[in-house]
Each structure stands twice: as C-alpha cells, then as structure tokens.
C-alpha cells in the first residue's frame, strides 16, 4: 500500500506538468492588448443592450396587435397573424 504523502506528492507533480502544454499554446502577451480587447467587449455588450432594447420596443406594439381581443375584425387579426408568422419564419430575422 501506498503512503499518503508519496501519493499526494505526485499528484501535485502531474498537475505542473498538466498545466504546461497550456501555457506553452498561448502567445506571450505583455497585457498591452488589454485595453483594446476590453474596449471591444463593451462595444459587444452595448451592441447586444441596444438590440434587446429595439426588440422590445418593437414586439409590444406588435404583440397587442397581434391578440385577438385587440384587433375586433377577424379579416385584419388572420391578415396581420400571417405577417408575423412570415417575420417569424425569415430565415435572417428567425436566428440560426
């Protein structure tokens, strides 16, 4: 049987060596490219805040009109319920 401390000795040994190859893989980077990396994530987030935004601002005036206690003609809640099924379907508007 083995001792603990032979056991745990080698275990810390393997990690070192584990992590290695990842070191090896990466550029080395002095973090001068930090502030632009960071600036083009915010530029992301607010891409993706002002998108969220403009959805939502379009789908509730869109989601009242589409619901059949709003719109009281059944001619013009089928016509408008098929646009938005075609919106919905778009392939560049319906997402991957």
């Not at 393997?14 to 001068?32: E, H, I, T, V």
């Not at 935004?53 to 319920?81: C, E």
Request: proline content about 10%.
């Amino acid at each position: 049987m083995r001792r603990p401390e032979a056991r745990s000795r080698g275990h810390a040994g393997r990690r070192r060596q584990a992590g290695s190859p990842g070191r090896q893989r990466l550029p080395p980077n002095d973090g001068g490219d930090l502030p632009r990396i960071l600036k083009a994530l915010a530029e992301t987030f607010a891409m993706a805040f002002a998108g969220t935004v403009i959805a939502a601002i379009a789908a509730l005036p869109l989601g009242i009109l589409g619901a059949k206690t709003v719109v009281g003609q059944p001619v013009l809640h089928f016509a408008f319920r098929r646009v938005l099924d075609w919106f919905r379907g778009f392939p560049p508007w319906s997402g991957p």
